[in-house]
């Protein structure tokens, strides 16, 4: 279903419970009340074509409208894109970290299988955070910078230099190396964990982990998609300036 | 039931994907894991790595990389490469692939098409449950304890060529890929000991 602007968000929800955490970064709460998409947005100062392209494209992958939302500015991109890292690890991977914790303390027969368990989430975690900090700090800027520079007409000698240096190209690889653990910890808990009786809690983190899951290949389909062919136009033109 | 074989499908076009994932409800046993639009980078590399069966191709949707897509899945020996053609397909595109379904053929047609191609297919994990073998198993031991894929071909007096094609069997047995779910899968079975892949960090 496509979503539109003049649909009530309760029934958004109501339709796609998984677009919960895409309104949170919005700025949008439980609780928002009973007003359309637009009005909510209105209200919330969210640029209602961006909020609806984003929306559609998480809740169904084939209604991502990659030319009309690389003709947003990159930083309203990028603004999206940090609050999404910050989703990931101000709020689920320390949930998810929790949940093993907790399965740990209370088994006392599996208890070595969940601190093995909670050692590879911990490694997960690290590589996460490297990846995540390095497009924060690294790609993220450059690409701001980029795209005053050319707004501004005003590129300087050491944005050309830098641009040279690494191609935006280059990073997407990283995405699949993301990805690839979360599948494992996947296969590790539904095929080879030894069984316990406390199913109740290993259910929860299946769920999360796939949650969290379907939120980064989103998250990684936006930058790779969107981002990326943004960037790439971006330097081209700096290169024929 | 076997194992579920996972299907990769290629194609920008809306009509012909949804027709693609209805055509694949139909057999049992099959799943449409994967839809990756033709103008994706790397395409084949990504291909690859969802460790498919099937790979069903529009080639309208990739028109000029598709010969050396082609050539880069075709040296994936599990792969079984699928092409949507018409009758106004050329044969020089229509050649390519070992295998193809007609676009303007009905759904029962298709169907028969396709489980024949299936059916053409034997797959010696279908029953079993996969085990890995004891040469596997070895190195699987090794790679846990932190081994490179050099080392472990050194100390087995083996080529790193046929230790990477152990372990690419193994990640498609167990479904874990990275070093450190295969050591937790290593330490999960016993095959090696928490003190020993300690000692060695």
């Known amino acids: 279903m496509l979503l539109e602007k003049q649909m009530k968000l309760a029934d958004v929800i109501h339709h796609d419970y998984n677009l919960v955490p895409v309104i949170n970064r919005f700025g949008i709460v439980l609780g928002f009340g009973d007003g359309s998409i637009e009005s909510i947005c209105n209200n919330k100062n969210i640029d209602i074509d961006f909020f609806l392209t984003i929306l559609n494209a998480f809740h169904d992958p084939q209604l991502l409208d990659k030319e009309f939302l690389q003709s947003f500015s990159a930083r309203l991109l990028i603004d999206y894109l940090r609050k999404t890292h910050n989703y990931y690890l101000a709020h689920k991977i320390p949930e998810i970290e929790c949940l093993i914790v907790e399965m740990a303390s209370e088994s006392s027969d599996k208890k070595r299988s969940y601190e093995l368990l909670q050692k590879f989430f911990e490694e997960y975690k690290n590589e996460l955070i490297k990846h995540i900090d390095r497009e924060e700090t690294r790609v993220y800027p450059y690409v701001i910078e980029l795209e ?40 590790i808990i539904i095929k080879y964990l030894p069984p316990s009786k406390n199913q109740k809690n290993r ?23 969107i981002l990326v062919p ?3 136009l971006l330097e081209k033109s700096l ?3 | 039931m076997g194992k579920t074989k996972k299907v990769v499908v290629v194609s920008d076009a809306f009509l012909l994907t949804a027709g693609i994932e209805n055509l694949i409800l139909e057999l049992s046993g099959m799943l449409v894991d994967h839809v990756f639009d033709g103008s994706e980078k790397r395409l084949s590399e990504k291909i690859i790595s969802k460790k498919p069966e099937f790979v069903i191709i529009d080639p309208e949707c990739i028109k000029e990389i598709l010969i050396p897509i082609l ?72 790679l846990a304890l932190g081994l490179t894929n050099q080392e472990v071909a050194d100390k087995l007096f083996l080529s790193v060529h046929t230790v990477m094609t152990h372990r690419k069997k193994i990640t498609r047995k167990l479904g874990i890929k990275s070093i450190s779910g295969l050591t937790v899968y290593a330490l999960l079975n016993n095959i090696v000991d928490i003190r020993e892949v300690e000692r060695s960090v």
């Open chain 1, 230 to 232: 943004k960037v790439e």
């Open chain 1, 148 to 187: 005053e520079a050319i707004q501004n007409n005003s590129v300087s000698e050491s944005l050309i230099l830098r641009s040279n240096e690494y191609s935006i190209t280059s990073y997407e690889e990283e995405h699949d190396n993301v990805e690839e653990k979360l599948t494992d910890l996947k296969n």
């Open chain 2, 71 to 142: 050539r880069e899945l075709s040296e994936e020996s599990d792969i079984i490469v699928i092409g949507i053609v018409t009758k106004v397909t050329s044969q020089n595109i229509v050649s390519r692939f070992s295998h193809t379904l007609d676009k303007e053929n009905n759904k029962f047609q298709l169907i028969e098409c396709l489980q024949k191609i299936v059916g053409n297919q034997s797959d010696p994990l279908e029953d079993n449950e996969p085990t890995i073998s004891k040469r596997e198993t070895e190195i699987l031991q090794n």
């Open chain 1, 203 to 225: 259910f929860k983190l299946l769920k999360e982990l796939t949650v969290l899951e379907k939120d980064l290949v989103d998250h990684a389909r936006i930058e790779d998609l």
């Open chain 1, 239 to 241: 290169t024929n300036n």
